[in-house]
């Protein structure tokens, strides 16, 4: 069974920065899309970005400008980046990814933005 781990969460102060990263457990191949996700108290679960095994990402509105995700084929590692970090940024954020038409999801890394 692949299990995806993230790595990267923490506390960090409003206007600070952060980046995360992903990566299966063992050796795979047919990695394709890969993503994050992420989940607050009491709300959904929303997207935060998604990139494709070529490298084309795709970001909401709401994301644009201050998360940038990226990859790293060679090592299967899907990574996020965020800086200016606001208080509602705080949740847990997931790694996703399809290998084949199956989907995975990491256990989640807590970011927290506090002062």
């Known amino acids: 069974q692949v299990q995806f781990v993230e790595s990267g969460g923490g506390l960090v102060q409003p206007g600070g920065s952060l980046s995360l990263s992903c990566a299966p457990s063992g050796s795979i191949s047919s990695l394709n899309t890969m993503g994050w996700y992420r989940q607050a108290p009491g709300k959904q679960r929303e997207l935060v970005a998604t990139?494709?095994?070529?490298?084309?990402?795709n970001y909401p509105d709401s994301m644009k400008n201050r998360f940038t995700i990226s990859r790293d084929n060679a090592k299967n590692t899907v990574y996020l980046q965020m800086n200016g970090l606001k208080p509602e940024d705080t949740a847990v954020y997931y790694c996703?990814?399809?290998?084949?038409?199956?989907?995975?999801w990491g256990q989640g890394t807590q970011v927290t933005v506090s002062s």
């Open positions: 996703n990814a399809w290998i084949g038409t199956l989907n995975y």
């Open positions: 990139i494709t095994r070529s490298g084309f990402t």
